[in-house]
């Protein structure tokens, strides 16, 4: 279930917010400041946040800055009787998601989350690493990137498959299209629809205007299909009709005409899954045109001090509390499991750099 918290020092907006998400059937957690809010972020895995702007010790724009730093793929959404141009200009600046008037419209809102939860953002994609094991990625994603072939990313969590993905759509034709990804582990019974195409081209929201689906988001670029595994079978019916159609997809009772690669990533064990009817083999067809395994960080320990270096200097993290590695501590990472793989690590270095404080 998608995990979303409420940071609002008003309780009645912050009952009101709670009923809207819960009624779509969000999980729901709560906090009463913004102090409180950074805690429980900190201790539970959210799919989005919801903050007010103005509470009392830190306000909606320091937890906007603060949660953009330590975990840039959280969406943050805020909200505000007071807001104006300006302040969604800073709260974008800052790493907002998007910005929501308060008493919030439930429309809207539920609108922005769906959104939210459903993308996932993705940064440059800086591969890093000598190994052996990355130079054979690497290769991989140069043979497949100038083909239309639809590429299956496969590894365990954590090890940057998105970032595979990136590298594959920058390298190819369509790089100077848009990249969407979708959150195939989130769309709920229903959803994948209105995900995928949108509101239909005649027709406006509640709020005003017209949402687009990813395929149009997506159109001349590439569609990342992340989590493919996990999506419900009702949902993998869908997707699989909609591929069917080829380059005229339909929805909304139109034909609407979509020009897009598709890529998509699991840690699942897919084959098994197929084997037990839990996915439907004509989609894991469909999908398995070209496979990339991304390796494990146990099996490319010689990396490891580069990744270190890499996020120490991506995060600005050299002026930080915590204090360098020494080179028994380097060697020490480089003998541990890290089962979260390159996700777990670079935690880590957050860890030691921003909160240790020596």
Known sequence: ?????????????AENLRHILEDRGYQVAGA?????????????????????????????????????????????ILIS????????????????YGCVVKPADPAELLGLVEQAVTRIWVAGSVLVGKSQAMRDVCEQIGRVAATPATVLIRGEPGTGKELIALAIHEHS??????????????????????????????VISEVGVRRAG?????????????????????????????LEDGPTWRGGGV?????????AATHCDLEQAVREGAFREDLYDRLN??????????????????????????????????????????????QQPW????DELRDFVREKFLRAGG
């Open 1 to 13: 279930m998608v995990k979303v918290l409420i940071i609002d020092d008003e309780q009645s907006s």
């Open 32 to 76: 009463r400041d913004g102090e409180e809010g950074l805690k429980v972020a900190d201790l539970e895995d959210f799919q989005a946040v919801v903050t007010d702007y103005r509470m009392p010790r830190v306000d909606g724009l320091e937890v906007i800055k603060t949660l953009h730093m330590v975990r840039p793929q959280l969406p943050v």
């Open 81 to 96: 009787s007071l807001l104006t141009p300006e302040l969604a200009i800073e709260a974008k600046r800052l790493g907002a």
């Open 173 to 202: 034709t369509r790089a100077e299209h848009p990249f969407v990804a979708l959150n195939c582990a989130v769309c709920s019974e229903g959803m994948l629809h209105h995900v995928l195409f949108g509101d239909p081209p005649d």
């Open 214 to 242: 990813v395929l149009e988001e997506a159109n001349g670029g590439t569609l990342f299909l992340y989590g493919i595994g996990n999506l419900i079978p009702s949902n993998q019916a869908g997707l699989r009709g909609v």
């Open 255 to 263: 034909d609407r005409g979509f020009d897009v690669r598709l890529i």
């Open 289 to 334: 045109d070209a496979v990339i395994f991304v390796p494990p960080l146990r099996d490319r320990r010689e990396d490891i001090p580069d990744l270190v270096k890499f996020f120490i200097q991506r995060d600005g993290l050299e002026e930080g509390p915590g204090k360098p590695l020494t080179d028994e501590e380097m060697t020490d990472l480089q």
């Open 339 to 342: 089962p979260g793989n390159v």
